[in-house]
């Protein structure tokens, strides 16, 4: 799996660019907030999403690391592809739309081209519990490659406890703590639990 690609910057336009690498020219799909990042770059380090169908091997490069999170968690929702992901990444950029998603925010993602009130709202239910705000720098914050919040929640579900308020209560202690081993996160979710 393809982490990053660093490279030079060989043909830039708003859908795609075209990396150098290794003496391979990489065609990497990226939004246009990441398009804004690259313009008065000649060389650049991608983070990579790799998309691989029966008819295509697709690249989505971000030029943030929490662009791509959010990139993933969007494509997570039933009904929503890369390249839908991609337009909503676009048409706000990753703070507003991560803002809109955790105040439920129904009328701002319904703004994109293409979603409609039912995608919105999905988004939103799906996305709400894995999105959450730091108020002071703004950061939109993500929980997908925390391994102790993984391994915290297996261990609260293995236990006896749903699924969906061990979620709850794990997400807002990582939310709080980020760099919580998964024993304490574990000790302190039993007593909230």
Not at 78 to 106: E, F, H, K, W
Request: hydrophobic letters at 45%; proline letters at 3%; one cysteine or more.
């Amino acid at each position: 799996m393809i982490e990053y690609i660093a490279g030079l910057v060989t043909e830039l336009n708003p859908a795609y660019v075209i990396l150098e690498a290794g003496s391979i020219g990489y065609c990497i799909n990226i939004s246009l907030t990441t398009y804004g990042a690259l313009v008065s770059c000649e060389s650049c380090r991608l983070w990579i999403h790799e998309a691989i169908r029966e008819d295509a091997y697709l690249l989505y490069g971000f030029a943030a690391r929490e662009e791509r999170e959010l990139f993933r968690l969007l494509i997570s929702v039933s009904g929503i592809g890369p390249n839908t992901a991609r337009v909503m990444l676009s048409s706000l950029n990753p703070v507003s739309l991560g803002n809109a998603i955790a105040d439920g925010d129904v009328n701002t993602i319904k703004s994109v081209k293409g979603i409609g009130q039912k995608t919105a709202e999905r988004v939103i239910v799906d996305l709400k519990d894995k999105i959450g705000k730091r108020a002071t720098a703004g950061e939109i914050v993500t929980f997908p490659d925390n391994t102790a919040r993984d391994e915290a929640l297996s261990a609260l579900v293995m236990l006896g406890f749903v699924k969906n308020s061990a979620t709850k209560v794990v997400d807002n202690l990582v939310r709080e703590n980020r760099n919580l081993p998964a024993e304490e996160l574990v000790r302190q979710a039993l007593k909230l639990l």
